[in-house]
């Protein structure tokens, strides 16, 4: 299909672990967006690129997390030194040139021990 | 924190139509009203949005206040797949700039 992917779908990590999630938008979409939603509650806005530039980090909870997308494609959203708080789904979306629309993927679901 | 308001939860039968209301009383003069849906364990899904005037889609139908304070999205023959959370937004259109601000949203559950 042609739609947002994200790897892995569900990660266990043990506190104290470094986690990589990626994120592959759609073909041509420059903006990529980075979401975090607890259970029970809707997403919350992490990070923004727009191609390789990231233009707003201002949802980033603390510098354990760090985001990155440098050639414009893929993103990978790292998560230092996890926390039980760190537990949450991690959404990326992905949208065209003055769109409209945000194409969401499936998450990934992270869960620290 | 979002600019919206939303009831948290309803029933709607099966066939039905499905009226969703939301409340966005200090919305902008440039900002649209978009709603999104999220089905269990999926990540959200747009449906709809608008400035002024009342729009239709395939998915839904979208009315706007003239004062533009309140909207209701209606689902004309709910199904069981439609069964999900809710969310009204509201945000600059064509921003793509613009993070979605998402509230705690509707959950809707669709029963036979």
């Known amino acids: 299909g042609a739609g947002v992917s994200q790897s892995p779908r569900y990660k266990v990590a043990k506190r104290g672990q470094d986690v990589a999630l990626r994120c592959d938008p759609i073909?041509?979409?420059?903006?990529l967006f980075w979401y975090q939603q607890a259970l029970g509650q809707g997403p919350e806005f992490l990070t923004y690129?727009?191609?390789?530039?990231?233009?707003?980090k201002s949802g980033l909870p603390s510098d354990r997390f760090f985001a990155e997308r440098p050639e414009g494609s893929v993103s990978t959203l790292k998560i230092q030194r996890t926390q039980q708080e760190d537990s949450a789904v991690y959404l990326c979306?992905?949208?065209?040139?003055?769109?409209?629309?945000?194409?969401f993927g499936p998450g990934t679901r992270l869960t620290v021990l | 924190d979002a600019k919206t308001t939303q009831p948290p939860s309803m029933d709607c039968a099966e066939g039905r139509a499905a009226n969703l209301p939301c409340n966005h009383s200090?919305?902008?003069?440039?900002?649209?009203v978009y709603w999104y849906r999220q089905i269990h364990s999926q990540g959200p899904q747009y449906i709809i949005h608008?400035?002024?005037n009342n729009e239709t889609n395939e998915m839904a139908s979208l009315i706007i206040t003239e004062d533009r304070k309140s909207s209701t999205l209606i689902l004309p023959h709910a199904t069981l797949r439609d069964t999900a959370v809710y969310y009204c937004?509201?945000?600059?259109?064509?921003?793509?700039?613009?993070?979605?601000?998402f509230g705690a949203g509707t959950q809707v559950v669709v029963t036979p």
């Open positions: 979306a992905s949208s065209p040139p003055l769109g409209n629309e945000q194409f």
């Open positions: 073909s041509g979409h420059v903006s």
């Open positions: 690129f727009q191609n390789e530039a990231q233009l707003d």
């Open positions: 200090t919305i902008s003069g440039n900002e649209y």
């Open positions: 608008g400035l002024k």
């Open positions: 937004i509201v945000r600059v259109a064509g921003d793509s700039w613009g993070k979605l601000q």
